[in-house]
């Protein structure tokens, strides 16, 4: 692959460089293989995006540079924070108000998770630098590809709702927490407040640029249309602008983002449907986000030692998530079959889990690479076995308006899969 690389160098001089001719071939490649999964087999397109990447990875690719730095880095925060600004502006705090239950359930698959995959992990005899932030990286869900899942089965429902929401807050609490523990990777925390003030700070920054956001986006809404093609390119544009600030801030860029969509959706209830025009950017750059994750992630060390970790790591998050959204299901006003399917749906691990394990790296390289071994190939394995336990648990709870793959190919019919 690095061969072919250098002699294309030697005789295409491309105006914008030769890796964005590389990306966009692959991206091309990436757009085919997600329509023709999904069209012959009723699984989701990052199906397609991911199996790519990881090819392009395992032939040594060299667009994506890890640790992840500069516009790469830049594009994946962009892309995490439009999902997660997204999944955000779905969760209303009202609904917490009304069923308190749903918040403990979160907050008790997010603290079984952790402590599951950290003591799985010292009993193999990782060391206690290590397990810890791998157990971070574990306990964020992937509202990207959970959202992704959602958008091609064209699911609705209680089920669906509720994953949604749960992956967000998962996410809410890695972000926060991943961030705030890379900042005191190197450093002797002597005091309490020493050990809680990183978490503050990311917190507080966050809060504030989110804040800014959610105030300039609730001002255009006075006077501007939600539909509009305009007011979409505002929204992508403050987003970019406010992921930018907030990571240069020493806050979380998505972490911001997250928070602007909740925020936004309590000063501003009345549902609103992103444009067309945003879809269609939102989607590409959703695309480049899980080709990405996936060529990074492919690049690891696959070798024997690591994968008894990392097959240890997956189950305990598979059975601790589980574990932890049917304790917590007591009273939340869901029956145990549809808490099953919900600890389903929420098995993908992604962009947010790879950022994480990133900031890791940059933090402590030592550390991070070791961290970096195991999270990696766990992070590309539920990538793609995560979304088709998500796509299987939405239609076995009854959730999708659209048949399970398609029985008639071509034609109308198959045609109809992908619309």
Known sequence: MNELMSFWAQWLRPSAGLPTVQWSLLLAVAAMAGYLIQRHTGLPKVLGYSLVGTAAGLASFSGAVWPLQGIGLFLLELGIALVLFECGGRISLRWFRHNPMVLVQSIAESALTYFAVYGVLLWLDQPTQVAGPLALV?????????????????????????????????????????????????????????????????????????????????????????????????????????????????????????????????????????????????????????????????????????????LALIAARLIAKAVGVGLGNVGSGASWRQALWVGCAMTPMSSIALLIASQFVVASPSTGYQIASVALPAILLMEVLGAVIATVAIYRAGESSKPWAPLLRGGRNGESNES
């Open 138 to 310: 574990a306990l964020a869900a992937s509202p990207a590809v959970l959202t992704r899942v959602v958008a091609d089965t064209r699911a609705a429902g209680p089920v669906t709702e509720r994953a949604v929401v749960l992956a967000t807050l998962s996410t809410l609490y890695a972000l926060t927490l991943g961030a705030a523990w890379s900042e005191q990777m190197n450093r002797q925390s002597a005091t309490l407040l020493d050990a809680i003030s990183p978490a503050v700070v990311v917190l507080g920054v966050s809060i504030l640029v989110a804040a800014a956001l959610t105030l300039v986006l609730r001002t255009a809404l006075r006077f501007m249309s939600p539909t509009s093609e305009n007011t979409s390119m505002l929204l992508l544009t403050l987003i970019a602008a406010g992921s930018t600030v907030a990571s240069h801030m020493g806050g979380s860029a998505p972490l911001a983002a997250l928070l602007a969509g909740i925020l936004l959706k309590q000063l501003n209830p009345r549902p609103w449907a992103w444009p067309r025009q945003l879809g269609n950017a939102s989607s590409l750059l959703t695309m480049l986000m899980f080709v990405l994750v996936s060529t990074v992630a492919a690049q690891a060390d696959w070798s024997g030692p690591v994968a008894g970790a990392v």
